[in-house]
């Protein structure tokens, strides 16, 4: 499977699609066409967690006040499919390989898979 989850008002998602030759890929925009729990269940698959996946830099973690909670994975997995802020972007599922987010190792191995762009 080739797939990217982003968000279309992300500037970080724009930028990796616009630099990146990714038109092989099917596209998902998360605010519009929500995650479902089998994709979430596939991602974490491929992860090794949901708190792999999951953004404390959203906005809406610290409005509820979750930086002072201990979270577990199940509700990592709860918050991933309540509220699409949460999910790290972009993710890029290619086959068994998955990046997540824009971090600089991200977009290091981006760049090693796909070119400068």
Known sequence: MKKIYYLKTCDSCRKILRKRSLS???LQEIKTQAITPQQLEELIALSGSAEA???RRAKKYRQ???QGEILGEKDYRQLLLEEYTFLKRPVIVDGSQ???GNSAGTQKALEKAYGKG
């Open 64 to 66: 509820m006040g979750l």
């Open 53 to 55: 996946l999951f953004s």
């Open 98 to 100: 998955l990046y997540i």
């Open 24 to 26: 092989n890929f099917e």
